[in-house]
């Protein structure tokens, strides 16, 4: 295991003796992995991990900028959804000027049980000092994505066999029941190949994270 590739614990030390020496207004930590790699899961726990009388946490998701599903099937993408192109990359580049200026900032999210962004639906507040950062696409080596990487100061991408991808996105779209069929052709068709997709086309992070 190299210098750069931490498992989960170690991360947090990590980042708790970087942040102890950063003077910035407002930190920002990027978080990128393929899908089902473990990025929201991560980023809940970083939130509570690295909350402390100096540091208040907050997270925004890429996912709360997907494009909607009538757009979607307009663009002929709806059975793409997840790829780069269904998201709303500028708005998300613009979100991250705003909170990178402005102390309340009203973000979206992502209802899974609707499977829909929610605009403004959230509310990152002026004692908001760290944000989170997570999503797929976020160290993209292409436009318009190439721009958020000039937002954070630390970068990780988070490392998961395929095995385990496989199985946890399975898991996933069963979960909604969905037919069988249909999971296989999300999965196989769309998801994994998104998750190529972005260790194929990401820059390299300040740090990997084992999961």
Not at 145 to 165: G, H, M, P, Q
Request: charged share 30%; net charge positive; with cysteine.
């Amino acid at each position: 295991m190299d210098q750069n590739t931490f498992k989960y614990d170690d991360l947090v030390k990590k980042l708790k003796s970087l942040l102890s020496k950063n003077t910035k207004k407002r930190v920002f930590i990027g978080i990128n992995g393929a899908p089902a790699s473990g990025k929201s899961t991560v980023s809940l726990k970083l939130k509570i991990d690295l909350e402390s009388p100096q540091i208040k946490p907050d997270i925004l998701q890429m996912d709360g900028f997907h494009f909607d599903d009538e757009i979607l099937k307009k663009k002929n993408l709806l059975i793409k959804k997840g790829s780069p192109e269904t998201f709303d990359s500028l708005g998300l580049i613009n979100f991250m000027k705003r909170l990178n200026n402005e102390e309340n900032v009203a973000v979206p999210i992502f209802d899974r049980s609707l499977e829909l962004s929610r605009s403004s639906a959230y509310i990152i507040n002026s004692d908001i000092n760290l944000i989170i950062v997570e999503g797929n696409y976020l160290l993209l080596k292409k436009k318009p994505w190439e721009k958020l990487r000039n937002f954070f100061d630390y970068t990780i991408s988070i490392k998961c066999s395929l095995k385990a991808l496989e199985k946890r996105l399975i898991d996933r779209w069963k979960s909604f029941g969905i037919d069988d069929e249909i999971v296989n052709k999300k999965v196989f068709e769309n998801d994994l190949p998104n998750g190529q997709f972005v260790v194929d086309n990401s820059s390299e992070p300040n740090f990997y994270l084992l999961n």
